[in-house]
């Protein structure tokens, strides 16, 4: 295209492209970063290009420039930004040996002939190309432009106030950081071959620039089946070569050493040996030789090189923990000749402190572990999660300034045990802060990466862990309770262009926060047809409830979303929220399909809820097809494919969609009663619903069904007129207050709901009464019992006990008691239920309760008696190999008791005790009290750092299952609430 003179411009303002003509986009060809700046500076192009259909010349001849003009390149490896410094025009000094930061400065007159430019300077090329794209999000292109086909707006000009052009960067704030695609098949691989025809340099492009997008600068590859320095599609090392273009740090994973991929030692080791195995011990001199080929091989290029071993695909070394400890000192001493050999020894290296590696790097009694071995001082020790999203070794006050310095492995995707989750996000944000906080505040600020699985669809927690990682004063260690404002800014920056209202985007961010926390409390995978009560507080009726709106909700926003933003839309937040929430219906539709077929009293209603299941199942299959086929012309063919229901193993093998029966309906008509609260049904005599208060205000149900194949006509009446029902006609509980009468009646084919309230204006007092239902030639009385409890001079802020039970979110205290080393903050949003509340800082521990922080509640419970308090914490570890997550308990000034949250037998990652944390999503403990009837006040001590207290439970008969306990007890009214 012919470019002519751009007109006079109004002052203030700086025309990238205007009336047709685009800035020129000058780069250095004698640079030394010239050939991944030729590469970013196209990319821009082509951002400039998405959104005016006009692609800027990129030159590199000055003389070729326009009057307008963008120029970018790093300090000392461009011309004109280097003459630009040493005359003033532009302030050097500020980036002047800093890492990977930038500056942008609109100019007037730089040069001859150019009236108008951008200067993008780097201190370094990773800070040029985020400068770059910096200005490409100014422009109103979303980081996820190709992978979430994050369309930007249209327009004809872009012109950009001066003011917004005055941009420098911070240095990032952790050294190291980037994500691991793993777990990349069926999803990620089937989607590559099919569009790629591999994992090759066509694929990672797209790969890099995200990274870049993001700020990161280091990855580890896909290494299932791929081998990244060979899988190049011109030729081999084509994946290296770009990746140090672009400025990327590759690495390879906790079990790749030296380079190596994990799948290469099968490919290649007849090159090395006639044995295949696997083993230090028995094939050093072959092992050693592939090794030193690797480092050969990509010695050229930026890397952070693994060290140490692990065994083959990712399994345990075997031997005792006194072997592995010498034999990795042999290996590592090794690495480290190879290494020094080839001049690599100042390169920079890392021992990935990963499962059964921990237990090598604590060493026993007898032998001291790797932690004291010092040549691994300049090596950054990785620890690792527990693969479930809980740090489980930090370092010690002692260990933190270590040369090296620290690095932590992360997950958002696992394969493995107890389950595998590798579909959508289970990972909620505020999760992500309080750990990696807790992380950076034990000294673990050097390296930060974060295993993705398929990429997508992670896009909105890799955004912030990206964005937690480059700016930690920002969402870090100021990011308390800012992840809803996260959420809400991460929405505008994707679909903020198209959508102006601020109530339909913080909607957005709202289905975005709601399908991750539901995921978050019990993953997909793992979620059965008996994980929520039928019986208990209407807690499975809830769930299908949340589901439901969340479908809705997501489902509304769809609608609203203009067509050329409706596939960005689908994968960033429909297809996960809707997907996840389907799951969630289908197995609480066949947890009510079995409660109804099998059974002594089994009912037709179980058919309906079996059509239910198989609509689920059905609308399953079809979201994930529109996904592979459907979505941006079938553009992630293949990327929705991993299994995500029923698991019956660790993995997907054996998993299925719930099976279903159908009754047969028995000629006539049989009446079947079920009430809440109890698991059979009654077809004659007398049942009872749990007690109503005046100051929950219960909504209790009943359901009414049918046995036989012909409807009956029935009738509901009450013998009080304080007992209002009214039938139900959606699978969702109302909202509000029940309106009706004392009476009810229908006709009964399978089945109807009947809700019953209490109208507490026409009591003075408590009361019982009877619900008589008849039909079908049966008849069965319901005794309904309303409890008036006088709460009149009990304090503000009291908990009431009803049914036996208190039930306390953590969040309601009546006071906070800090100490000078530390005080307990609510973590809004983070848990099962309400908020969680934790100590901070996160780094102290108190041995006496007398010497710690509390949390104080007032209780106020109806009996004498022994009662039994339930706390219900994060699944967090244990910080330390030697420390434990210890609080303790006092009633009215008592002596404290003592507890921990962690069973005896826990160990992270191996111990069943720790499964069950990570599944449900909870740790359970109990401490046993004796109270007198009347007001209590319970006083709640952290001891142990990593404490998250999330619920209290106070119960003095045993608590029936559910799984996200009693809901919380009515408390008293407080003038100033906390």
């Excluded at 340099?201 to 890099?208: A, G, I, K, N, T």
């Excluded at 097809?625 to 293949?638: A, H, P, Q």
């Excluded at 009964?748 to 019982?768: F, K, P, Q, Y």
Aim: glycine share 8%; charged share 25%.
């Amino acid at each position: 295209m012919e470019h002519r003179t751009h007109e006079q411009t109004s002052k203030g303002i700086f025309p990238l492209v205007q009336k047709g003509l685009a800035a020129r986009i000058y780069i250095d060809p004698e640079g030394r970063d010239y050939d991944g700046m030729s590469l970013v500076a196209a990319s821009f192009a082509g951002d400039v290009e998405l959104i005016t259909g006009i692609r800027p010349v990129i030159v590199t001849d000055a003389k070729e420039l326009s009057k307008i003009a963008v120029i970018a390149g790093s300090l000392g490896n461009n011309r004109l930004i280097d003459a630009l410094a040493a005359e003033g025009r532009i302030d050097a000094a500020a980036i002047q040996g800093k890492r990977e930061t930038y500056m942008i400065r609109p100019l007037e007159h730089p040069f001859e002939g150019v009236e108008q430019a951008i200067v993008i300077a780097g201190s370094d090329k990773r800070g040029t190309f985020y400068g770059i794209y910096h200005l490409s999000e100014m422009i109103g292109v979303s980081p996820w432009v190709y992978w979430g086909d994050v369309v930007p707006k249209k327009r004809r000009d872009i012109l950009l106030p001066m003011e917004q052009l005055q941009v420098t960067s911070k240095e990032p704030s952790i050294r190291y950081r980037g994500f691991f695609i793993n777990d990349e098949w069926p999803s990620f691989g089937t989607w590559t071959n099919n569009r790629f025809g591999g994992f090759n340099e066509d694929m990672y492009r797209y790969v890099f620039e995200l990274l870049l997008r993001l700020k990161g600068n280091y990855l580890w590859p896909a290494m299932w089946s791929a081998v990244f320095s060979e899988d190049g599609k011109r030729h081999p090392l084509a994946n290296a070569e770009l990746a140090h273009a672009y400025g990327i740090i590759m690495g390879t994973s906790h079990h790749e050493p030296m380079f190596r991929a994990g799948e290469e030692w099968g490919k290649v080791y007849r090159q090395y040996t006639d044995r295949y195995d696997w083993d230090f011990g028995k094939n050093r001199e072959a092992i050693t030789r592939f090794w030193e080929d690797g480092v050969k091989r990509n010695r050229e290029f930026e890397s952070i090189i693994t060290l140490g071993m692990r065994g083959e695909r990712d399994s345990a070394l075997g031997g005792t923990v006194e072997e592995n400890i010498e034999r990795l000192k042999d290996i590592i001493l090794t690495q480290k000749e190879i290494l020094r050999k080839h001049g690599l020894q100042d390169a920079p290296q890392t021992l990935v402190i990963y499962k059964e590696v921990e237990k090598f790097w604590h060493g026993t009694e007898d032998v001291p572990g790797l932690k004291d071995w010092d040549v691994l001082d300049d090596v950054i020790i990785m620890l690792s999660d527990d693969n479930f999203g809980n740090v489980r070794t930090l370092p010690r006050a002692e260990d933190r300034d270590r040369p090296a310095g620290w690095g932590l492995y992360y997950h958002f995707d696992y394969h493995g045990g107890p389950v595998s989750y590798e579909w959508v996000n289970t990972i909620p944000l505020q999760k992500i802060w309080e750990q990696m906080t807790m992380a950076y505040d034990y000294g673990i600020r050097e390296l930060w990466i974060v295993n993705v699985g398929d990429l997508k669809p992670m896009e909105l927690p890799l955004s912030y862990f990206m964005d937690l990682a480059y700016d930690y004063d920002t969402w870090g260690a100021q990011g308390l309770n800012r992840t809803k404002e996260y959420t809400r800014r991460w929405c505008r920056q994707q679909f903020g262009h198209a959508v102006e209202d601020q109530e339909t985007l913080d909607g957005i961010a709202k289905v975005l926060t709601g399908y991750t926390r539901m995921n978050g409390n019990r993953k997909p995978e793992v979620t059965y047809p008996d994980t929520y009560s039928l019986h208990v507080d209407r807690e499975a009726e809830r769930e299908l409830a949340r589901a439901i709106q969340l479908e809705r909700e997501a489902e509304q926003h769809y609608q609203r979303m203009p067509v050329s933003l409706r596939d960005a839309y689908y994968q960033l937040v429909y297809y996960p929220a809707v997907a996840s929430a389907n799951v969630k219906k289908m197995q609480i539709y066949a947890a009510y399909n079995r409660k109804y077929a099998h059974r002594e009293l089994p009912s037709t209603l179980a058919n309906r809820y079996a059509g239910y299941v198989e609509q689920a199942i059905a609308r399953d299959i079809e979201l994930q097809d529109e996904y592979n086929y459907l979505l941006s012309n079938g553009k992630w063919r293949g990327m929705m494919s991993s299994p995500h229901v029923g698991y019956v193993r660790w993995n997907a093998e054996g998993w299925s969609y719930p099976q279903v029966s159908r009754v047969q309906p028995k000629p006539g008509s049989r009446m079947i009663v079920d009430v809440q609260g109890q698991e059979e049904g009654f077809a004659e005599g007398t049942a009872a619903l749990p007690a109503f208060t005046n100051l929950m205000k219960e909504v209790r149900t009943l359901t009414v069904s049918n046995e036989g194949a012909d409807p009956f006509p029935c009738t509901i009446e009450a013998d009080v007129d304080w007992l209002v029902i009214a039938e139900q006609t959606e699978p969702i509980p109302r909202e509000g207050s029940l309106s009706g009468s004392n009476k009810w009646q229908g006709t009964v084919h399978d089945g109807i709901m009947i809700e019953a309230a209490v109208d507490w204006d026409r009591l003075t007092e408590s009361a019982e009464g009877t619900l008589t239902i008849k039909g079908a030639g049966q008849q069965v009385e319901v005794r309904v019992q309303a409890e008036l409890i006088d709460v009149h001079g009990i304090p503000e802020g009291t908990f009431i006990e009803t049914g036996g039970i208190v039930s306390i979110e953590a969040e309601h205290t009546v006071r906070r008691a800090a100490v000078p080393q530390a005080e307990w903050k609510v973590i809004e949003g983070y848990g099962r239920t309400l908020s969680s509340l934790k100590m901070f800082p996160t780094t102290v521990s108190f041995p006496r309760p007398e010497e710690a922080p509390y949390l104080e509640y007032r209780i106020w419970v109806k009996e004498d008696g022994d009662y039994t308090l339930t706390a219900y914490t994060a699944p967090t570890n244990n910080l330390f190999a030697d420390s434990r997550l210890r609080y303790a308990v006092s009633f009215d000034g008592e002596e404290p008791v003592m507890a921990d949250t962690l069973p005896e037998d826990f160990v992270a990652g191996e111990s069943s005790s720790w499964g069950r944390g990570v599944l449900e999503n909870i740790h359970l403990s109990t401490t046993a009290h004796r109270l007198s009837a009347g007001l209590h006040t319970l006083r709640f001590y952290g001891l142990d750092a990593g404490l998250v207290l999330q619920k209290l439970v106070l119960s003095k008969v045993p608590l029936p299952y559910s799984y996200y306990g009693p809901v919380e007890s009515y408390r008293i009214p407080c003038s100033n609430p906390r």
